[in-house]
């Protein structure tokens, strides 16, 4: 299992950014994935998940902001990212689970200054 995520960047607060990850090893229109957060000295946060369905969910913090979305033509789940707040600021994380193991890609770097 693979998964490799860009997108990030550095931008100011209310600019949007999107996300990709590239998943491959397993069966991706299958699987459920997901999005998790780490803001330095906090802990991961999950901020969404897309089940096999399309069917989406969101944390709190980020719902009418940030939708998560699916092209399983192209093994890729994407998280765009709206009206970005500097509390936005994070390493991003893609995330599934395969034969009752969570896999994580290395992250990308989002900044939001204000």
């Known amino acids: 299992v693979q998964l490799v995520e860009s997108g990030g960047g550095l931008v100011q607060a209310g600019e949007s950014l999107r996300l990709s990850c590239v998943a491959s090893g397993f069966i991706f229109s299958n699987s459920a994935m997901g999005w998790y957060r780490q803001a330095p000295g906090k802990q991961r946060e999950l901020v969404a998940t897309?089940?096999?369905?399309?069917?989406?969910n969101y944390t709190d913090s980020v719902k009418g902001r940030f939708t998560i979305s699916r092209d399983n033509a192209k093994n890729t789940v994407y998280l765009q990212m709206n009206s970005l707040k500097p509390e936005d600021t994070a390493v991003y994380y893609c995330t599934t689970r395969f034969m009752g193991t969570y896999y994580w890609g290395q992250g990308t770097q989002v900044t939001v200054s204000s």
């Open positions: 897309i089940t096999s369905g399309h069917s989406p």
